[in-house]
């Protein structure tokens, strides 16, 4: 299985992003998937998750600025960013649960400028 991370950049605050991840290796609709982030010296966090019912599940930081979305006939999974803020700069990962594992991509980088 493999995830490829893009849409990362600098933005201002305020202003919005669309994360996108490419998935080849596994049937997408069968699996959970997730956006994680990290903030050197954090640990990563739990950004944004769905269950392959459609199931939505979002860390309270990012409620009512970011969705998670999938494309299951095209094996992308998605994260739209709005209203983002300082505090929403990390390294974003995209996470696929397949087979009881976990597979990551390589992470992008989003700056928000204040």
């Known amino acids: 299985v493999q995830l490829q991370a893009s849409g990362g950049g600098l933005v201002q605050a305020g202003g919005s992003r669309r994360l996108s991840c490419k998935v080849s290796?596994?049937?997408?609709?069968?699996?959970?998937i997730a956006w994680y982030r990290q903030v050197p010296g954090n640990e990563r966090e739990l950004v944004a998750d769905?269950?392959?019912?459609?199931?939505?599940n979002y860390a309270a930081s990012v409620t009512g600025r970011f969705t998670i979305e999938r494309d299951n006939s095209k094996n992308w999974i998605f994260l739209q960013m709005n209203n983002l803020k300082s505090e929403d700069t990390a390294v974003y990962y995209c996470?696929?649960?397949?087979?009881?594992?976990?597979?990551w991509g390589r992470g992008t980088l989003v700056t928000v400028s204040s």
């Open positions: 996470n696929v649960r397949w087979r009881s594992r976990d597979f």
């Open positions: 769905m269950d392959s019912g459609g199931s939505r």
């Open positions: 290796g596994a049937v997408l609709r069968l699996a959970p």
